[in-house]
């Protein structure tokens, strides 16, 4: 009876002791941007966990994962990166790596994590683990007056090879930078692709990186299996004939708006998204939507396509139905929309009202709202399945 | 790109509509409060909620102290044809443009909540 006691006693003192073990596949965080802090969300409870604060200026913050979904690694706008421990909740590890940063990628195999920088301008890849500082890559290119510049980098990407995809906002160029040898970057560039690439993405299977543009229509294609052939101009001429709309917000390409077969993208200055074939490549569709689209993202399966919008329009979503190629849902969600995430199969959508301090849960078959969390001032929303893809 | 053919032109015709507003008085303190989120908030997105600069420039005082308020007035206006920078006269007029710009060099107030 005594030594039953004494092993039952242990089990309490022991289950005190250390915390209720859990994955983290189900959690998140959401960027409040104005108090420099991260609310550590459950997607499956839909509910805050828990915060954690110190992380500097995180106006337009982006966050990526370690590949065993246990860390987010989360770039500020001061230039900050900070790693968080998503389970103790609490900064693992914080450096200033620039002056100003807007995001960043793990590496395939998830030993690198990269950092594009506008000031100054240039990409940065990190030890994972420490965040020491491995290799520094500035974005030097020469300006039309033969002075040597560095650009302000967009559009980051992981890609397959343990290579980085970006662009090159100033200087109109798209470079890879392979990282197998993490002190040693190998970069190819490919230069002229466009006037002003603004993001980039790659297609869910790694192949495809695309740069949008914002100085002139279209959008530049690099085939990473095909590198050789260089970068192509892809719907040169979808603006043809028609004025543009000024542009409050510049749209943002991750997301990966790809679904069967087909890419959304986002009009430059309309209310349109861009529906491209990923084969040819070339334009089968535009959707006309209320707003000028800033993301324009697939529901994991690909039947769904949710799309934000830029000020003054930046109050509602919506849904465009991929087998009828039309809007089919219009949402309020609230003032400010600025972020919309999927849980990891996309039966829910939890999507951020800047200015009506929530995050607001949809479900994405009945369209039925959910939840609704405070959160001041929250902006991005970033999953932990974000770990698995390509991409990010 | 350009929405008009001649950036001095436009100046003089929006002159020429408002021609009391750029002395006209501040705007009233809810006008004021909008406008300072407006900046914070959706100029942000490009020059930072600190306004330190991102894809667009730093609004900083010692940034744009050197530069006439005249021009810093038809950029918020007008916006900068060949760049990003758009034209925010469907959001504000003249005189609210004018308080924009003195804030932004005598140091831009912070929100309040």
């Known amino acids: 009876m005594k030594s039953l006691l004494t092993v039952l006693a242990a089990l309490l003192l022991s289950a005190c002791a250390s915390p209720v073990l859990r994955g983290t596949g189900d959690l998140g965080i959401v960027i409040e941007r104005a108090t420099g802090s991260v609310a550590v969300v459950d997607s499956s409870a839909k509910s805050i966990l828990g915060r954690v604060e110190g992380l500097g200026d ?8 370690s590949r065993d979904g246990r860390y987010a690694y989360v770039f500020g706008r001061d230039g900050g990166l900070t790693k968080v421990d998503i389970l103790e909740r609490r900064i693992a590890k914080r450096i200033i790596q620039a002056g100003n940063s807007i995001g960043g990628a793990v590496s395939q195999d998830g030993r690198l994590v990269a950092a594009q920088n506008y000031q100054p301008g240039g990409v940065k890849v990190f030890d994972a683990e420490t965040l020491e500082l491995l290799a520094d890559i ?19 990407a992981d890609v397959p090879g343990n290579k980085f995809a970006y662009a090159l906002f100033d200087a109109g160029e798209i470079w890879i930078a392979d990282l197998s040898q993490p002190r040693e970057p190998k970069v190819t560039k490919f230069r002229n692709i466009g006037n002003q690439p603004y993001d980039g993405l790659v297609t869910p299977n790694g192949r495809h990186y695309i740069a949008g543009l914002f100085g002139e229509d279209g959008l530049a294609l690099v085939d990473l299996w095909k590198p050789e052939q ?13 004025e543009k709309l000024p542009v409050f917000k510049m749209p943002h390409l991750r997301g990966w708006a790809v679904a069967g077969g087909r890419a959304y993208l986002p009009a430059i200055g309309k209310h349109e998204v861009l529906v491209v074939d990923t084969t ?7 959707i006309p939507v209320k ?14 396509v949710w799309v934000n919008f830029a000020f ?33 199969r996309g039966e829910h959508v939890w999507i951020s009202a800047r200015d009506d301090n929530r995050v607001v849960v949809y479900d994405t078959a009945s369209f039925a709202r959910l939840a609704e969390l405070p959160v001041q001032n929250p902006s991005g929303i970033f999953f932990t399945s974000r770990a698995a893809r390509i991409g990010f | 790109m350009a929405r008009f053919p001649d950036r001095a032109l436009a100046a003089l015709f929006l002159c020429l509509l408002a021609p009391a507003a750029a002395s006209a008085a501040d705007p009233s303190p809810e006008r004021m409060r909008e406008l300072v989120r407006m900046v914070r908030q959706d100029c942000g997105s ?3 909620l600190t306004l330190k600069g991102g894809l667009g420039p730093p609004l900083l005082p010692e940034t744009l102290r050197e530069k006439p308020a005249e021009s810093l007035r038809y950029t918020v206006l007008l916006g900068r044809p060949g760049t990003p920078m758009p034209p925010w006269n469907a959001f504000m007029n003249e005189a609210e443009a004018d308080w924009i710009v003195r804030q932004l060099i005598q140091g831009f107030p912070e929100e309040t909540r």
């Open chain 2, 46 to 48: 490009c020059h930072g």
């Open chain 1, 291 to 304: 707003g000028q689209p800033v993301f324009v993202m697939a529901r994991p399966d690909g039947r769904q």
């Open chain 1, 230 to 242: 260089g970068a192509k101009k892809i719907l040169a001429n979808y603006g043809k004939g028609t």
């Open chain 1, 58 to 65: 995180l106006s337009h913050a982006s966050a990526v994962y």
């Open chain 1, 280 to 286: 040819t490549w070339q334009e089968v569709g535009r």
């Open chain 1, 138 to 156: 500035p974005a030097a290119f020469e300006a039309g007056n033969g002075v040597r510049q560095f650009s302000k980098v967009v559009g980051l």
């Open chain 1, 312 to 344: 003054p329009d930046y109050g509602q979503v919506q849904v465009i139905d991929t087998l009828e190629q039309k809007v089919v849902q219009t949402l309020a969600p609230g003032k400010a929309v600025l972020h919309m995430e999927f849980t990891p």
